[in-house]
């Protein structure tokens, strides 16, 4: 596959703030030849220095995965009663619920908190040194943009969405001005201060997946980060994956919160409002619970932009990227990537206004609008699905979130790779939960500690691919390296593959609860905060809650 790039072009990318990496590399590249670069010797130590520091990358990927599937051991019986651990285990700080008679155990160094947060802060600190230091035009390219934008609005009044149509809603603003508190000159600065953010972020939901669950989940997700890369710290998607982990732990006790957490995420990046669909269908007053705190959480945003005199430009993040084509990572242009190899009227091009790379060629662009139709078709297919499964909450809680997640990426013509984030903070907190998961007798049946795993280990692999096409190898994915092409469609066949499972899982058991539920528990899912139902999908309505606390809420409150 050959790739043409006209320097006409290349000139007005130059111009713009944003600039794609391979863009960048390609300038760099024609002015490496026009000036001299130094020393050879300096050029050799230079090159030297980055190959070791992709080798250590690769080694802390490589044992971060195979301690991602360690985390997640086959489950034991254990009997019931308090369980005596040792003094730095998080397990002594809460006791195992009377009704948890089978659980995963998790080893002594795994439940470690000293481990956990020295793992915390060497995986945050390896994704600053790539993004600020040793590769920051591919990994942490978006922060020019962020702070350009910001920049521009402090000092000429100029703020996307307030005065013109904007890529992200209007809250996506908020992490953006938080680090120019700083600076808003300085790149390298700016991204320092992103990074504490989202450090900090970070840190809130490893808490809070720990304080609910087990160190399983803080774990994975740990291990996820340092597989995807500093893609997992350096975009926007960053700040809001945090959120999400918080509102989904919180979902069960508190719909309402929960509900007002994934709005506020979905004003920042779209992708999360989604998740409100599966709490919608399970919770025991939808209206109250999820549907009023979202929409007070809409009309405050709403508000504020309309006293700002943006209303105009509100919601313009749903049509700014209508010209987009079929991007080169998307799933759907994985046939195309492939053709490429042996096709000469296949080629990947530059779209100048949106900078993103596109592959272009017969049926591309009619690819790309037909999954402009196939996508809400898609969400509403699921949703189905997902109301189908409601007698079993906590697979809803769980699968519907992820299930929904992965349809967003598998069936959307873009295929950045932050994408990938969203997969995360369902798998994490369902690790987390798993710790303290009763056995099927208990209460409502939830995820399998065997479909867990295989999901969790699938997702790591994803992400491992991920980093490997995005920033590593992508300039050569762009000039036909058949290899990397080869990495983008397995990496694509996996999320197919991912998607087909999981809703598997939202299939099975049909209309009918999966598990017996006992007398004290009352209704499926009551006990719980969740909708009681008489286990053939049918919502019952009692006048007054049962005065005995059921199962699940000895296990959460425990």
Not at 321 to 349: C, K, M, T, Y
Not at 361 to 377: H, K, W, Y
Request: charged fraction near 15%; include cysteine; proline fraction near 7%.
């Amino acid at each position: 596959m050959t790739v043409e790039v006209d320097p006409l072009v290349c000139a007005r990318v130059s111009s713009r703030s944003r600039t794609s990496d391979a863009a960048e590399g390609i300038r760099d590249d024609r002015r490496s030849r026009e000036r001299p670069c130094g020393s050879a010797d300096q050029r050799a130590l230079a090159e030297r220095l980055i190959a070791i520091a992709n080798q250590w990358l690769w080694c802390g990927a490589i044992g971060l995965a195979a301690l991602g599937v360690a985390v997640v051991p086959l489950p034991v019986v254990i009997t019931s009663g308090r369980v005596q651990v040792d003094a730095l285990t998080i397990a002594e700080r809460r006791p195992v619920a009377r009704q948890a008679s089978s659980r995963w155990p998790e080893p002594p160094w795994i439940a470690s908190l000293r481990s956990l947060w020295i793992a915390f802060g060497a995986v945050h600190a390896w994704l600053v040194l790539v993004g600020v230091v040793l590769i920051p035009r591919k990994a942490f390219s978006d922060l020019v943009l962020y702070r350009s934008w910001v920049g521009l609005g402090l000092d000429r009044g100029a703020w996307p969405v307030f005065d013109g149509p904007s890529v992200y809603p209007v809250g996506a603003l908020a992490p953006m001005i938080i680090p120019t508190v700083i600076t808003t000159t300085s790149t390298v600065v700016y991204a320092l201060g992103w990074c504490a953010l989202i450090t900090a972020l970070d840190a809130i939901a490893v808490r809070a997946l720990v304080r609910r669950g087990g160190a399983r989940g803080a774990w994975w997700w740990l291990a996820f980060l340092l597989l995807l890369g500093p893609v997992a710290m350096g975009r926007i998607d960053a700040f809001v994956a945090p959120l999400v982990i918080v509102a989904l732990l919180v979902a069960v006790r508190r719909p309402r919160v929960a509900a007002a957490l994934i709005t506020v995420g979905a004003w920042i990046k779209v992708a999360p409002g989604v998740l409100i669909l599966p709490l919608v269908m399970i919770v025991r007053r939808p209206m109250r619970d999820v549907v009023v705190p979202a929409a007070l959480v809409c009309a405050g945003i709403v508000g504020a932009v309309a006293a700002g005199g943006g209303f105009r430009y509100v919601a313009s993040f749903l049509t700014a990227q209508d010209a987009r084509g079929l991007q080169v990572e998307a799933v759907a242009a994985s046939p195309w990537v492939l053709a490429a190899q042996v096709r000469n009227d296949i080629a990947v091009v530059l779209n100048v206004k949106l900078a993103t790379w596109e592959i272009i060629g017969p049926g591309t662009a009619t690819a790309a609008r037909a999954l402009d139709i196939v996508l809400p078709l898609a969400v509403t297919g699921l949703a189905w699905l997902i109301w189908r499964a409601r007698a079993r909450p906590l697979d809803v809680l769980t699968w519907g979130p992820l299930a929904l997640a992965t349809l967003l990426i598998v069936m959307n013509k873009v295929g950045s790779p932050q994408y990938i984030g969203w997969l995360a903070p369902p798998i994490a907190v369902a690790l987390a939960l798993a710790t303290r998961m009763p056995e099927p007798g208990a209460t409502p049946a939830g995820p399998t500690p065997a479909c867990l795993t295989r999901v969790a280990v699938l997702v790591l692999a994803i992400a491992a691919l991920t980093q490997v096409v995005f920033p590593l190898m992508y300039r050569s994915l762009l000039t036909g390296n058949a290899l990397i092409a080869v990495v983008l469609v397995a990496r694509n066949v996996g999320l197919v593959a991912l998607l087909v499972l999981v809703c598997t899982q939202l299939a099975r058991g049909g209309r009918t609860s999966t598990a017996p539920i006992p007398a004290a528990s009352g209704v499926h899912g009551e006990g719980w905060g969740l909708a009681p139902t008489d286990g053939r999908n049918r919502r019952v309505h009692r006048r007054r809650r049962p005065a005995v606390r059921s199962a699940g809420q000895d296990l959460l409150h425990s």
